[in-house]
């Protein structure tokens, strides 16, 4: 009779399907090199804050680099960093960290999710929503990053709503609607199918 307290055995998996699991490394080097976009981000972010900071002290060559980053145009030259330049760069820089914690989000959740686990149990460093996550939890957290970096970019538009035309305006107030319809749906069907599951038990 055996303990059942012991682990159960398991048989050792035959060729093909060992094969057929172990190509889930293939993805490593995805989420590798999403590691190194997460560094240009990185990088971009402290050039476009060295370029504020610059320019808040009266510095000519950053005022320009951050007008040019931004896209900002007015019949008036800029002589001084004034208060809608730098809402926009701030609007920028905030749009580059929603990014990054998306980044953060697809390698961290995917490689726990698809990979590989990564034995942070306990950590003290452990993200709160990775103790529960899975792909269903991880495509709601996308989708909901998604909304955000969607609603800077659409604040960004409107504050600087004169260089655009009313089309490009209309645009991309739809496609911000679609992605909340999309999430609102994607959050649903995820109730629906945890309501399921958890009736079945």
Not at 69 to 78: D, H, Q, R, V, W
Not at 79 to 107: H, Y
Not at 118 to 146: F, T
């Amino acid at each position: 009779m055996s303990d059942p307290l012991q682990p159960a055995k398991t048989s050792p998996m035959r060729p093909l399907p060992k094969l057929i699991f172990a190509s889930r490394w293939l993805q490593l080097p995805l989420y590798l090199g999403l590691i190194v976009a997460q560094a240009v981000y990185v990088v971009h972010f402290l050039v476009e804050l060295t370029h504020l900071v610059e320019a808040a002290f009266g510095s000519q060559t950053a005022l320009q680099a951050l007008i040019n980053s931004i896209g900002y145009k007015t019949e008036a030259p800029i002589t001084t960093l004034n208060e809608t330049v730098i809402m926009l760069v701030v609007l920028a820089l905030i749009d580059v960290v929603m990014i990054s914690n998306l980044l953060i989000m697809v390698i961290v959740g995917g490689y726990e999710t698809f990979v590989s686990r990564m034995n942070l149990e306990g950590h003290e460093d452990q993200p709160e929503w990775l103790s529960h996550v899975n792909a269903s939890v991880l495509k709601v957290k996308l989708a909901m990053s998604i909304i955000g970096i969607s609603s800077i970019h659409l604040l960004k538009t409107f504050i600087n709503a004169d260089n655009y035309s009313e089309k490009v305006l209309i645009a991309q107030t739809v496609i911000h609607v679609a992605f909340l319809l999309s999430a609102m749906a994607i959050a649903y069907t995820d109730k629906l199918m945890s309501s399921t599951a958890n009736g079945k038990h």
